[in-house]
Nanobody, 116 residues
């Protein structure tokens, strides 16, 4: 069974940085389509912020392009999201997601709050 556990969230001032990590168990991450998705407070829809599909190049939402970087650590079976120059509008619960054998798996989410 595939399981995802996120960490690294917290509170940071505008302009600050955070790195989120998603430790994956159950299968090598090279098998997955993977992404980071966020849900802002008061919004029902989740926003896809960064993804790597079919082992290709990373893709980013326009709102985070140039500030966020998705990467993988195959030795640790981890998917990371480096976030810099954070803005108050980046405040959200961030979820790690993988698609494996036509099944979506989600982590529990980690809160990121950007506030002065």
């Amino acid at each position: 069974e595939v399981q995802l556990v996120e960490s690294g969230g917290g509170m940071v001032q505008p302009g600050g940085s955070l790195t989120l990590s998603c430790v994956v168990s159950g299968s090598p991450i090279s098998s997955f389509d993977m992404s980071w998705v966020r849900q802002a407070p008061g919004k029902s829809a989740r926003e896809l912020v960064a993804s790597i599909f079919s082992g290709g190049q990373p893709n980013y939402a326009d709102s985070v392009k140039g500030r966020f970087t998705i990467s993988t650590d195959d030795s640790e079976n981890t998917i990371n999201l480096q976030m810099s120059n954070l803005k108050p509008e980046d405040t959200a619960v961030y979820y790690c997601n993988v698609l494996y054998r036509r099944t979506n798996y989600w982590g529990q989410g980690t809160q990121v709050t950007v506030s002065s």
